[in-house]
């Protein structure tokens, strides 16, 4: 490495100006200019536009480019090109500096509801592709600077656009399905274009009329209502800004923070005199790697140079033989340039192009890629980066100088020298890479895995590259190289030692892997774990690097051996499809008035504000003057004693106001859901990490955070009970141990032709929701009032346990919840950790103070749905009769009951799922564990139960050789048959649902095309699944099964309801006004809702169990009917007269125009004692059938096609309903196929952001989605005879997962494995492939379980 040039004009200067003060940083937001005198290094632009100007509609999510809340636009005029550049960006990971000369565009920017909305926001809104509304801002803002771009995109160029943006809600089909219409396949054309890409025959068009099918509508919005798009319209670039571009002399700008300067040189030379200056400073472009290190490895970086202006290191030099990108390129323009000289360039030329753009089609999403440079992959040195790999298989050379000279470098292990590090000298800066062309005889690939396809970090990554000597199959050159399997990017040296000179056959592949199998070993303790798989996955790669070069060479008519059909599926590249969709419902009968809207698919009633950012959510709420921001002290131990706390480090930290302890409760330190068996601050002794010890207030969020993570305690450990099996193995459980027991389950064995045992575990899952835990608190300063704005479920709970810590009465204490960006349970009862310690710090500051957690921190401390364990033994006849089982559930409780017996019970509610099970025993365990108290999440325990159900069904099938479908049916429930807990079914409508999913779906043809599938393809199989779903609805504790409502005629005639249901995206309020509307016979535009609070309507049961409009609808009706009643002799007495005219009269005469409405759910109350009583008040049915392909090198699979038949009685609102349906199918399906919580031993969480926490993205859904409202089946136990929706579908989804089974049934089944066998959830891609057996697997076996000390442990 011989330093071979000097550059020129480097001598003289030593560094840029001495600046006492800061430059101007000059930019433009939404068109307005701005001036910032003192630019903060630290500040991110999310921060400044939420908090400094006060542009809300950007959203926080995670502070890690990992979920598209914070997407905006950027535009810059490049003059170079003399282009205007427009880019998505993520707010979050951009600093505040980094935009000189820049305009910013944010949601506010391109409509709003006063104004006019942008088409993006229309659409998105009137598609109902938002529901909460926390992603909706950053979904339409990537659309938008797609369409900017490219006024006219295709379908693929809209999927790749929101790869870095999630969803909670709504299941993404929705959004497609609306912004569709902007893409050439989707263009609306009215209905002539009658075949694909016609949005009225995809599920969004005019009502199918066909005789049979009368009353059947798939239209849930009318895209001819769309405003028109006309790109000519767009925002124009700030002339101001533009002139400032053009005329702009180079010059270097500087700005100085409280601990960071950040430097932006305007020349090479500049720069290079910086970094020998300050050789420990961190040269950033896209911020991408170094802003997720400031903000949570707690980096400190206190001089940033900022090369992104300077031409070197953004140039792009074609060569005699490559091409040199400047370290500075963003991946995107890399991307751009390598497409294009993929297309102009002979294809011999550019194989390591074509491996270049494979990885760069899986890194990240557009937002990142946007802005992340390919010097700042390199010089990150992950063991787990997608390019390294490739760019060492590919011998690409790297440039490096410092001031005095530069030196080239070639990019191999040499370059890598430890975990993070590389052989780049301090004072040196990465100035360009060179990627070659390859040769006429070179073949090149790269793979990546990881959990999620898109936007996700690998598991392992690998590159390959062979030369063969000209003419022949000798191999003259191998480079096999993988990232994942060691602290740096590796060579596979050794094996590729081994394979020089060989031929290119089974021989050659034999010793590879064999060879493989020894030189890519991992320590069983390996950081990131999956240890096997890991292993497997270098040689299952290589294999298909093996088939994929033989094709090649054949192509090139060299004798080598044929690839045979049955393997060709193995080297395909996997190629998203454009989803489908269809939705059906029945429409309203005909002659319903058009004021009723009853039974409409109408939009959700906040969906344009949310389209526009103009929705407010808590963390919205503009500052207080004198406000406050609290940050939590929590324990990094999962039991231990607290041994002393030290916070004299912190108290020396700027901003800090005070500290909060146990001693600072003026009222009671426990609190709790049922049982007050927790603390509001630790109180000597932690049980979980994450267990909250304390609070800092300081006066901004980055003070407070930074004091609270310099508070230093010493704890005394105690042994800590983490896993299920550990407290199996301590007799951990909390008290009481609940059965249901029916018939004679020693009779039943006997009766039982086969039995057979079997075990389960389900893993956990987090909310997610998108908007985290946030509260504010603001003291009234008048005996003992406060009033707090929270986003949570249970206004009432929060309000009964602030109280509690004040000491104060609960009449003192207002609860206010406009809404919230998600709460799938997550926000019922776990909220008060929060919300309490806010409260608490407010009332003794006597300031108004807020906190809203980070991601990290709210996935930390929460909890979230509890892992369960399922062991069974099921008595079964040849036919396949279900006679007998006995099952016992353990559930994962945590450090705290919280609601976990409520949810254990649930379980046993369901544990028999849909089957007439005559001999049952179904038992239940709260593990009292060391982990953050799990909780309530969509389901409540139920889902865990039947996925155990499933389990021992599709043994039963397959120990007997038969197909799960016939085995599900034959035990399918019955009408009059009788529940485990002696509820009898009576209006039952699963085998509707059953019958009508099977034809829908096509399942017989399906079944045949599959098992034909299967047998012509060895490495990827197909599999389906049709599962049933039946879902008790009550809340199983009595008391809860109530609700009041409040609803204020004012004499204007408008109206306004108050109930205590709490609004999280899931149109409650929305279907609430349509109640009202019927009810009171008026437009619903006269009806509002404002928010739901305590002081309106008291002692609510929170917002769950699906049961909100029920008990709040019937609540609702009772209220307005006490309404119409006294308005009725005006209205009598003036029939022609309109609704203001009697509201007035009414007024006049001095009738209360004010009502309150009550209900309670009657004939309801089960006791476990006696096995009596009625449990639920109805079931809610559904059946859905999946199908899906499975890679089985790899373990990735495909969701190819589901549908779904739910019952939802008569809807509410079919558009409504329909995305609950969706949106829990695609939570289920995280839960079931991708979401991984990884806890250590010790009970520390590994994986706290979307980052390492994946739920389902885009590129998710199924391919083709069909979504059916079973028609004519209403309910007599709700309101208008409609049904409980919002957790019921979410079990759907174990169709995928048991289609997933299916397929890796077939591939064992070519190992000559058949028969039962465990498969946990989630499939993931490493349980799948573990699964499919073969000779790959058997070459990487485990390490002896006891022998090793594992990174994470099944909790
Ligand atoms: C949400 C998200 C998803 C991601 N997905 C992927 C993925 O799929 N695959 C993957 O491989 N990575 C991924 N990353 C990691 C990261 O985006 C990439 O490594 C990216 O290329 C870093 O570029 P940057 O410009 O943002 O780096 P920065 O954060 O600006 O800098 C990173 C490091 O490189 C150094 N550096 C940068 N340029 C130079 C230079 N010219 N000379 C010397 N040192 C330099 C910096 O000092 C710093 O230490 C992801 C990151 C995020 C936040
Ligand atoms: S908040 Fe920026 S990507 Fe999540
Ligand atoms: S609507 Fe997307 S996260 Fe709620």
């Not at 282009?83 to 391109?110: Q, W």
């Not at 006066?699 to 004091?707: F, Y």
Request: net charge neutral; aromatic share 8%; proline share 5%.
């Amino acid at each position: 490495m011989e330093r071979a040039q000097k550059t020129g004009n480097m001598g003289d200067r030593t560094g840029t100006k001495t600046r006492s003060g800061s430059d101007e940083l000059i930019f433009f937001v939404n068109g307005k200019k701005i001036v910032e005198k003192n630019a903060d290094p630290e500040m991110t632009l999310l921060t400044y536009l939420r908090r400094k100007l006060g542009l809300t509609g950007t959203k926080l999510g995670c502070a890690e480019g990992g979920c598209g809340a914070c997407t905006v636009m950027l535009s810059r005029y490049q003059t170079h090109s003399k282009r205007l550049l427009h880019y998505a960006i993520n707010a979050c990971l951009a600093p505040l500096c980094s935009l000189h000369l820049v305009a910013v565009t944010t949601v506010e920017g391109i409509g709003s509801v006063a104004r006019k909305l942008h088409p993006v926001q229309e659409r998105i809104a009137k598609a109902h592709g938002s529901q909460c509304g926390f992603c909706t801002p950053g979904i339409v803002m990537s659309m938008y600077a797609l369409l900017r771009n490219n006024p006219t995109p295709k379908m693929a160029d809209m999927e790749e656009a929101f790869q870095g943006n999630l969803c909670r809600c709504t299941g993404y089909r929705p959004i497609l399905e609306g912004y569709k219409t902007f893409t050439v396949e989707g263009g609306c054309c009215g209905g002539r274009g009658q075949k694909n890409g016609c949005c009225m025959s995809n599920g969004n068009g005019a009502q199918n009329g066909s005789e049979e099918k009368i009353n059947e509508a798939t239209s849930l919005f009318n895209p001819a209502e769309f405003a028109p798009f006309d790109p000519t319209q767009e925002v124009i670039f700030p002339p101001e800004l533009m002139t400032l571009s053009k005329d702009q002399k180079p010059h270097s700008l500087c700005f100085h923070g409280e601990r960071m300067t950040w430097l932006q040189p305007d020349s090479l030379d500049e720069f290079l005199n910086l970094k020998w200056k300050h050789p420990d400073a961190r040269v950033v472009v896209g911020n991408t790697e170094v802003g997720v290190e400031v903000k949570f490895k707690n980096m400190v970086y206190p001089v940033i140079l900022a090369p992104t202006f300077i031409p070197e290191l953004s140039a792009v030099t074609h060569t005699e033989d490559g091409i040199v990108f400047g370290a500075a390129c963003t991946l995107s323009h890399m991307a751009v340039v390598l497409r294009q000289a993929v297309e102009s360039l002979p294809p011999h030329k550019t194989e390591v192009f074509l491996a270049v753009l494979e990885q760069l089609r899986w890194f990240a999403g557009v937002q990142i890629r946007n802005v992340a440079a390919v010097g700042g992959n390199i010089m990150t040195a992950s063991p787990i980066s997608d390019l390294n790999p490739v760019f060492m298989a590919a011998g690409c050379k790297l440039t490096l100088v410092d001031k005095d000279g530069s030196r080239e470098v070639q990019m191999d292990d040499g370059f890598f020298t430890g975990y993070r590090r590389t052989a780049l000298r301090p004072q040196e800066i990465l100035l360009s890479i060179h990627i070659p062309y390859s040769k006429k005889t070179q073949f090149v690939s790269a793979y990546k895995q990881s959990p999620r396809r898109e936007d996700d970090i690998s598991i392992v990554t690998a590159a390959m590259s062979v030369t063969f000597t000209p003419g022949t199959d000798v191999v003259e050159d191998l480079r096999l190289s993988y990232g994942g399997m060691a602290p740096t990017t590796v060579l596979a040296k050794k094996t590729a030692n081994r394979l020089m000179g060989r031929p290119w056959g089974e021989e050659l592949l034999e010793e590879a892997c064999n060879s493989l199998a020894e030189e890519m070993s991992l320590d069983p303790s390996v950081p990131g774990g999956m240890v096997t798989y890991r292993r497997t996955l270098t040689l299952s790669l290589f294999y298909k690097f093996y088939l994929t070069v033989l094709q090649k060479l054949r192509l090139q008519g060299l004798k080598v051996t044929e690839v045979t059909s049955d393997c060709l599926s193995a080297t395909e590249v996997y190629h998203p499809e454009t989803p489908s969709s269809v939705q059906i419902y029945q429409a309203v009968p005909k002659g319903q008035s058009q004021d009723d809207v009853v039974g409409r698919p109408i939009m959700h009633l906040s969906a344009m504000k949310q389209a526009t950012g103009e929705a407010v959510y808590c963390d919205d709420v503009p500052l207080y003057e004198n406000e406050l921001y609290l940050s939590l002290i929590t324990s990094s131990k999962a039991h231990a004693r607290i041994l002393s706390i030290d916070t004299s480090a912190a108290e020396h930290c700027p901003g800090v106001v005070c500290f909060l302890f146990a001693d600072d409760i003026p009222g009671s330190n426990t609190a709790g859901s049922i049982k007050f068996d927790e603390t509001v601050l630790a109180d000597g002794e932690v049980t979980c990490v994450g267990h909250i010890i304390g609070a800092v207030v300081a006066n901004t969020q980055l003070q407070a955070q930074r004091a609270a993570k310099a508070v230093k305690i010493k704890y005394e450990e105690r042994q800590p009970v983490i896993t299920i099996q550990e407290a199996i193995a301590t007799q951990s459980f909390y008290q009481p141990i609940r059965t249901i027991q029916n018939g004679d389950l020693e009779l039943g064995f006997k009766q039982a032709d086969h039995i057979l045992e079997g075990e389960m575990h389900i893993g956990g899952q987090e909310h997610f929701y998108l908007e985290t835990n946030v509260t504010l608190a603001v003291p009234r300063g008048e005996d003992g009032e406060m009033e707090l704005f929270v986003s949570t479920q249970a206004p009432t709970h929060t309000q009964s346990l602030v109280a509690r810590a004040l000491g104060v009465p609960a009449n003192r204490v207002v609860v206010r919840v406009k809404r919230m960006g998600g709460g799938f349970g997550g926000k019922e009862s776990r909220t008060t950790l929060l919300s309490t310690v806010v409260a608490v710090a407010a009332n003794k500051l006597k300031r108004p103070v807020r906190c809203m957690l980070d991601r990290d921190e709210d996935m930390l401390i929460t909890g979230g749905r509890h892992p369960f364990y399922g062991k069974y033994k099921v008595g079964f006849l040849n036919s396949g009769r279900v006679v007998a089982l006995d099952v016992t559930y353990y559930g994962n409780a945590g450090n705290s009951m919280d609601l976990s017996q409520a949810i254990v019970e649930r379980a046993l509610f369901h544990m028999e799922n849909s089957y007439r099970v005559p001999n049952i025993r179904g038992r239940g365990f709260l593990c009292r564990t060391n982990l953050p108290s799990n909780t309530a999440f969509r389901g409540f325990g139920g889902p865990q139960g039947m996925m155990v159900a499933e389990s021992w069904m599709t043994d039963v099938a397959q120990s007997l050789g038969k197909s799960p479908e016939e085995v599900r049916r034959l035990n399918l429930y019955m009408k009059g048959d009788s529940t485990p807990f002696n509820q009898v079914l009576d209006q039952i409508t699963l085998d509707r649902c059953w019958d009508e999913c099977m034809s829908r779906s096509g399942y017989q043809q399906r079944r045949i095309a599959i098992d034909l599938y299967n047998r012509q393809n060895r490495w990827t199989k197909r599999g389906i699944a049709v599962v049933p779903t039946k879902f008790g609805i009550s809340f199983t504790a009595l008391f809860l099964n109530q609700a009041g409502a409040l609803v204020h005629i004012y004499t204007d005639g408008s109206v306004l309801l108050t109930h205590g249901g709490t609004e999280m995206g899931q149109g409650l309020h929305t279907k609430m006004v349509q109640v009202a509307s019927r009810v009171l016979g008026i437009p619903s535009s006269k009806i509002h809702i404002s928010e739901t609070s305590t002081n309106t309507v008291p002692n609510t049961s929170a917002t769950a169990a699906s049961v909100s409009s029920d008990l709040n609808g019937a609540a609702l009706k009772n209220a307005c009917e006490i309404l119409l009643k006294r308005l009725e002799p005006f209205k009598a007495k003036n029939p022609n007269g309109t609704w203001e005219d009697w509201v007035k009269a009414a007024y006049f005469d001095r009738v209360s125009l004010s009502a309150n409405g009550f209900y309670k759910t009657p004939d309801i109350g089960y006791d476990f004692e006696t096995n009596s009583g009625r449990a639920f008040s109805y079931f809610s049915y559904g059946v859905a059938c999946s199908e899906v392909e499975i890679d089985c090198l790899t373990g990735s699979h495909k969701n190819l096609s589901t549908t779904i038949v739910m019952d939802v009685g008569n809807s509410l609102n079919p558009a409504i309903d329909i995305g609950q349906v969706e949106g829990a199918f695609m939570q289920g399906l995280g839960l079931f196929t991708l979401e991984e919580l990884h806890y250590s031993p010790q009970g520390v969480l590994l994986t706290r952001g979307p980052g390492s926490y994946k739920i389902p993205a885009f590129g998710d859904i199924p391919t083709q989605l069909t979504v059916s409202l079973l028609r004519d089946a209403p309910n007599d136990k709700a309101i208008f005879a409609s049904k409980a929706v919002g957790e019921p579908p979410l079990f759907l989804a174990s169709s995928v997962f048991y289609a997933i089974k299916d397929a890796i049934s077939a591939a064992r089944a070519e190992s000559g494995i058949t028969g039962p066998f465990r498969l946990d959830s989630p499939a993931s891609a490493e349980r799948i492939r573990n699964a499919c057996s073969d000779r790959f697997t058997k070459l990487c076996p485990p390490a002896e379980a006891g022998t090793f000390i594992p990174w994470s442990v099944q909790v």
